[in-house]
C-alpha cells in the first residue's frame, strides 16, 4: 500500500498537443509523477463531443500515449490509461447525471461559448463536466494539475462530490486543481491564449523548420521596450533574469530576439521529439503500456465503483 497523495489528470485525444499544454498542465505530471500516485489518462469518451471519425480519433489517441512517453512519464510508477477502458466512469457519470441539474450545467463556460457562437451544442458537450467529474472522483484524487481553463470543472467536480456525499454519505474527497500562476495561461504567438482551436500554437513536437516559422509569426508591437509576446514565450524555456539581461542587451533587435528565441526552443523539443521518433517504432510496447494501465486502472476502480452502487441502491445485498 502506498501513503501517497492521488493525481489524476488527463488529455483529450483531439489533436496535437502545444506547449500550452505543456507548460500549463503536462510538465506537472511529469514533476510530480515521483511525489504523488498518478493516473494518467487519454480522455478519448470526452473527445468524442468533438471527434466524430474513426481513424482520426485512433490516431489522436495513439498520439496522446506517445507524447505522454516522450515527455517522460514512465509506465512502471503512473497508471497511463484510456478512458473508455474504464467504463465505470460512464456508469458514475450517470449516476451523477441524476444529482445534477439542468440550470446549474448551463453556467458551464464551455457550453455558455458553444451557445454564444451559435452552435447547437451536443448532449455530450453538455455533460462533459459530469463526466470530468467522474473521471476524477473514481480515483479519490487529491489534487488534479490543469491549466486555468479547467479551474471551473474542478469547481463542478467539487460540487457534484459534496451533493453526492449529502444525499449518500461521505464517498468521495474534494479534490484541489493545482494551477501554476505563472503559465496558468501561455499566450499563443498572436499574444492570446494558445489553443488548438486558435491556429496560434507552437507544437510541442514541432519540427525546427515549424518552429521556426512559428516564431518568425510572433506578433510584436514596435512601440513597447520590448516585444512582450516574443519574451512571455521566451521565458518558458529560459530563466527570467538570464532573458532580462539578453532582452535589455538587445533592445530593439526583434529579429535577432526571436532567432534566439527559436533556437532556444529547438533546444527544448530536439530531444523530446527524437525520443518520440524513437518509441514511435514499438508500437507493440506502446499498445502494451496502455494494457497494462487499463487493466491495473479497472480493477483499483471497480471496488470503489462496486461501494457506490450499493450505497445509491443499485446493488441489492
Ligand atoms: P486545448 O485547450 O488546446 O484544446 P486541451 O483541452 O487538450 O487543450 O488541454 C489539455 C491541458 O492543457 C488542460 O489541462 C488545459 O487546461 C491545458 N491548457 C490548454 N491550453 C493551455 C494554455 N494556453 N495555457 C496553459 N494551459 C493550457
Ligand atoms: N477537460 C480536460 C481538457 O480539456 C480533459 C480532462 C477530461 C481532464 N477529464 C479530466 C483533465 C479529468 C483533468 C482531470 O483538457
Known amino acids: 500500500m502506498t501513503d501517497k497523495k492521488i493525481l489524476v ?10 506547449i500550452g499544454n505543456y507548460f500549463g498542465a503536462m510538465k506537472q505530471f511529469v514533476e510530480l509523477q515521483d511525489d504523488y500516485k498518478c493516473y494518467i489518462f487519454i480522455a478519448d ?30 509506465p512502471k510508477d503512473v497508471v497511463i490509461y484510456k478512458q473508455s477502458d474504464v467504463p465505470q466512469v460512464t456508469e458514475l457519470a450517470w449516476i451523477f447525471n441524476c444529482l445534477t441539474t439542468v440550470p446549474y450545467l448551463e453556467r458551464a463556460h464551455a457550453y455558455k461559448d458553444a451557445k454564444a457562437s451559435g452552435k447547437e451544442a451536443n448532449v455530450g458537450l453538455f455533460d462533459y463536466p459530469v463526466l470530468m467529474a467522474a473521471d476524477i472522483l473514481i480515483q479519490d484524487a ?44 501561455v499566450q499563443g504567438i498572436d499574444g492570446k491564449k494558445m489553443s488548438k482551436s486558435y491556429g496560434n500554437t507552437i507544437e510541442l513536437f514541432a519540427t525546427d ?9 510572433i506578433v510584436t508591437d514596435s512601440s513597447g521596450e520590448k516585444p512582450e509576446n516574443v519574451y512571455a514565450i521566451h521565458a518558458l524555456v529560459r530563466d527570467k533574469g538570464e532573458l532580462d539581461n539578453l532582452y535589455t542587451e538587445k533592445k530593439g533587435q526583434y529579429k535577432e530576439l526571436k532567432e534566439i528565441l527559436a533556437s532556444d526552443l529547438k533546444k527544448f523539443i530536439t530531444p523530446m ?45
Open 45 to 74: 469518451l470526452h473527445a468524442l463531443t468533438t471527434v466524430q471519425n474513426q481513424k482520426e480519433l485512433e490516431k489522436n489517441t495513439l498520439d496522446v500515449l506517445l507524447d505522454y512517453l516522450a515527455i517522460g512519464l514512465d
Open 209 to 217: 523548420e515549424d518552429i521556426e516559422k512559428a516564431v518568425m509569426g
Open 273 to 317: 521529439r527524437e525520443k518520440r521518433e524513437l518509441l514511435k517504432k514499438d508500437k507493440k510496447a506502446v499498445l502494451d503500456v496502455l494494457k497494462t494501465g487499463g487493466n491495473v486502472a479497472h480493477k483499483c476502480i471497480e471496488k470503489k465503483m462496486d461501494s457506490i452502487r450499493k450505497k445509491v441502491g443499485l446493488k441489492i445485498s
Open 142 to 185: 487529491d489534487v488534479v494539475p490543469v491549466g486555468q481553463d479547467q479551474k471551473q470543472h474542478i469547481e463542478i467536480t467539487r460540487d457534484i462530490a459534496e451533493k453526492f456525499n449529502r444525499i449518500f454519505g461521505e464517498t468521495f474527497k474534494l479534490p484541489e486543481p493545482l494551477i501554476l500562476e505563472s503559465v496558468a495561461t
Open 9 to 18: 489528470s488527463g488529455v483529450k485525444p483531439t489533436g496535437r498537443p502545444h
